[in-house]
């Protein structure tokens, strides 16, 4: 069920995103491929992708289920794909409910691939509702299509500030190694 891009050039130059992809059906299935061409076309040159599939119907099954959750905790992108009509089965949302909560503070992005029923426009069902809550329960960022970047770390994660810390700037350097002299005496 993962598929990579292990042709591509060497991949200590690109960062690597993992990403698990859930699907209703053939048609939404066919969606998620769509979005993941496009995501690996805007950014193959920068990122190394390891893509997972699961269907719903997989989601039902607790040992594929329990590895999907743990594939989606560490996950840097997870997309739904989904028809719009109805609520997601209870399976697929305790699943979603574990993988949330085996996540943590990890950063990443949510992304609703739900056609829009016929004649629906400006309306949100209960797919989207619910994607939307997971989403902000998991602090993830919230998307319907390709985002425009993804080179960026979000500046107020842990992730971001362990980056920061972790850094010795020039600047930081020449104030560490920096003789001061001894403090004035009061007289």
Known sequence: ???TNEGAAP???KAAWS???VYEDAAARERAVSFCDQLVSRFWEGFAFDLAWWPFAQL???STAKEA???AARADLLVFAAGPEGDFSHPVKAWTEAWLSQRGEREGLLIGLLEPAVGTAGWEGQKHHYLRKAAHHGALDYLTEVPQDIAHSFPD???SYTERADQITHL???ILHQQSPPPALLT
């Open 1 to 3: 069920m993962t598929r």
């Open 11 to 13: 991949a200590e130059a």
């Open 19 to 21: 990403v698990v992809v």
């Open 60 to 62: 039902e099954e607790a």
């Open 69 to 71: 959750a743990e594939k």
């Open 157 to 159: 994660s842990l992730d």
């Open 172 to 174: 930081l350097d020449n």
